[in-house]
């Protein structure tokens, strides 16, 4: 089993930033990829980005160039620097990580909310 907790959520005016973290913890070893998700209202959850133990990135086209996510094994930790923030950015953002098996387990959420 592995637990997540994000944090770094919270309310920004367009162009602004935020950085979120997820902490992972328990069977921490099996962890191939982490990730974030975003789930906007009335809308299905969606890749943002993706990074695996080697540090191997992928991104939705929608944040390329301006969201950076990174990883610290040691800490169990990966981050999310997002950056230019626009309002279709607002939703709920979900810490993904998943076994090289392909069990997967997900944080609760912390809502981003970009909006003047």
């Known amino acids: 089993q592995v637990h997540l907790v994000e944090s770094g959520g919270g309310l920004v005016q367009p162009g602004g930033s935020l950085r979120l973290a997820c902490v992972a913890s328990?069977?921490?070893?099996?962890?191939?990829?982490m990730g974030w998700y975003r789930q906007a209202p009335g809308k299905q959850r969606e890749l943002v980005a993706t990074?695996?133990?080697?540090?191997?990135?992928n991104y939705a086209d929608s944040v390329k160039g301006r969201f950076t996510i990174s990883r610290d094994n040691a800490k169990n930790t990966i981050y999310l620097q997002m950056n230019s923030l626009k309002p279709e950015d607002t939703g709920v953002y979900y810490c993904?990580?998943?076994?090289?098996?392909?069990?997967?387990?997900w944080g609760q959420g912390t809502q981003v909310t970009v909006s003047s």
């Open positions: 990074i695996t133990r080697a540090r191997s990135t």
């Open positions: 993904n990580a998943a076994f090289f098996t392909g069990r997967a387990f």
């Open positions: 328990g069977s921490t070893s099996m962890i191939n990829v």
